[in-house]
């Protein structure tokens, strides 16, 4: 990597792990309100299962193995680095030792190669159509990673995993880079197919790949701490 591009890369992590995604053309075009997610169901979203883990979890659990909470909506991951006293943003006032499992689908109609990059406080992990594009796992600060993934036309799975332990900040940003474009927040209403299945250019309406919340519990949200 060029000099010039570590340095890009460097502004770029300190931006974002400071919260200033407005000033790099982040903020997305939707809904700027910090929120995990709300009990309002988005079918075109991500859903999050929320879960709570034992005092000392230092990595993601794994959830398979366990039971969630509740559940939780949104468009966009968009936490920046912000103290505990705040809350749970958009589920409860909980601001310690839980985690949350994102699940949806996006759809490409720009194939190519497309860099995310995933902020957060603690651990976290992107996956798309089931395979790792970055590991951010662990009991850490605000930390930046980004990964490169190439994206054929059409519908794709993600998943984004993430864990609080302890206090005293929170923080969860999502970010992408079409081929040859600048950086913005994830936002799946940016990703959505025609409307008209007649109009797809890429994929196949009657052959989506499998529904990454099938088999999961339909709960609501959870105002328990």
């Known amino acids: 990597m060029k000099l010039f591009g570590v340095v890009a890369w460097t502004c770029l992590a300190v931006a974002i792990a400071r919260g200033q995604t407005t000033d790099l053309g982040l903020a997305p075009p939707d809904d700027s309100t910090p929120t995990f ?3 309002v169901i988005l079918p075109a979203g991500l859903r999050g ?3 709570y883990l034992k ?3 230092d990595q993601l659990p794994r959830f398979e193995k366990m039971e969630p909470v509740g559940a939780i909506y949104t468009t966009q991951l968009n936490i920046p680095p912000r103290e505990f006293k705040e809350g749970f943003p958009g589920v409860t006032d909980r601001f310690e030792w839980f985690a949350i499992d994102y699940t949806g689908r996006f759809y490409i109609s720009d194939p190519g190669k ?3 990059a995933l902020v957060s406080d603690d651990g976290s992990k992107l996956y798309i159509d089931g395979h790792t594009v970055i590991n951010n796992d662990g009991s850490h600060p605000a930390r930046f990673l980004d990964g490169t993934v190439n994206l054929a036309g059409g ?3 993600i998943r984004v995993s993430y864990f609080q332990g302890p206090r005293f900040q929170i923080a969860l ?3 992408v880079s079409r081929p040859g474009g600048a950086w913005r927040v994830f936002s799946t209403n940016e990703f959505k197919p025609p409307a ?3 109009d797809w250019k890429y994929g ?5 790949p499998p529904d990454p919340n099938a088999g999961r519990r339909k709960l609501g949200d959870t105002t328990k701490k």
Not at 204 to 208: G, I, S
């Open 173 to 175: 940003i999502l970010a």
């Open 114 to 116: 497309y860099r995310f």
């Open 196 to 198: 008209n299945p007649a």
């Open 155 to 157: 519908i794709h799975s």
């Open 204 to 208: 196949d309406p009657n052959q989506l």
């Open 37 to 39: 997610g709300t009990s």
């Open 55 to 57: 005092p000392g979890a």
């Open 49 to 51: 299962e929320i879960f």
